[in-house]
């Protein structure tokens, strides 16, 4: 039997490291375990691995290095998450749709089985009204969301080769937790809460509150990609809506957080059209479906660990 050779891209990022360490958990004590392989910009300091600081956007340096280490198992994490219209469609589309097509590119020519999980995003649907499935069509409405389209095509593609391959894309809903970097609604609100804290502040401004999100602790995210990769899959192509129960409106988001700050700022809301999607209501009842057992922890104790995080790092 051919020994599992896993590889996570984006490896280095906030979610993909999450995901590095259950692997590796996972891992210990295994009579069988799979080679772990990880690609990511810069340095992962996990010596279980086999780490290797790559860009995919060069593409005859992607193709070597698939040839070379021919992995059976691929989580596709790499790419620009952050939703802002300060970024060009030309960096989301070489960081997202270029990086996947270059990956496509590269497993297409692999001997052997491999099963792709690509990490999308529930933006594709753009703003719709009223409970969204699989189902749903999808109506890209931001450039982060387009280029993010254009992967899940581009994997769609691949999956069509040959019935050696198949592919599992999730589309997801918000992920925060402690140690995210700033540029994300969760940790952008706790640095202004934070500051507003030690500078005793009288107001904070904000983007706008009236959106909601269905938070998911990116821990819980790593864990549902690899419960969705080793189960057995027959088809080739799957599409799942992951996001937690609970909706959360920006406004909540910010009063816990003042909550737990222990301070009364006068808050003023200001839309600068840096990110126009509204909310989603995601059942993800197809995920829940396949795998019952799942949930996700409490939206306030991540809430509190991400507080507790900020206080304690260096502004």
Not at 85 to 108: E, R
């Amino acid at each position: 039997m051919q020994k599992e050779r896993i590889l996570i891209t984006g490896a280095t990022g906030f979610l993909g490291q999450a995901l590095v360490r259950i692997l590796i958990e996972n891992k210990r004590g295994a009579s069988s375990a799979p080679q772990l392989f990880t690609l990511g910009r810069g340095d992962l300091k996990f010596p279980e691995v086999n780490h290797t600081s790559l860009n995919l956007e060069n593409r005859s340096e992607t193709l070597a290095y698939l040839k070379k280490t021919q992995p059976t198992q691929v989580y596709h994490l790499s790419g620009l998450s952050r939703v802002s219209k300060s970024i060009s469609l030309a960096d989301y589309f070489t960081s997202n749709t270029l990086h996947t097509q270059n990956l496509v590119d590269g497993l297409s020519v692999l001997p052997g089985e491999v099963k792709t999980l690509l990490a999308s995003s529930v933006h594709v649907y753009g703003n719709q009204s009223g409970a969204v499935s699989e189902e749903s069509g999808v109506h890209p409405q931001s450039s982060y969301a387009f280029s993010k389209f254009l992967s899940e095509e581009c994997l769609k593609s691949f999956s069509r080769i040959s019935d050696r391959f198949k592919v599992i894309t999730i589309r997801l809903s918000t992920c925060f937790g402690p140690g995210q970097t700033c540029g994300f609604v969760a940790s952008d609100l706790a640095q202004k809460v934070k500051e507003a804290k030690l500078k005793n502040l009288k107001k904070i401004i904000t983007g706008p509150l009236l959106p909601f999100r269905q938070f998911m602790d990116f821990r819980d995210v790593a864990t549902a990609f690899q419960m969705a990769m080793e189960t057995k899959q027959t088809t080739p192509f799957e599409v799942y809506n992951l996001a937690s129960p609970q909706k959360t409106t920006i406004q909540t988001l910010l009063n816990e957080l003042l909550s737990l700050a222990q301070i009364n700022v006068q808050i003023e809301s200001q839309d600068n059209g840096e990110n126009s999607f509204r909310g989603l209501d995601i059942p993800a009842a197809k995920f829940h479906s396949q795998w019952p057992h799942f949930s996700f922890r409490p939206f306030s104790e991540t809430l509190s660990e991400i507080w507790d995080y900020n206080l304690k790092t260096p502004s």
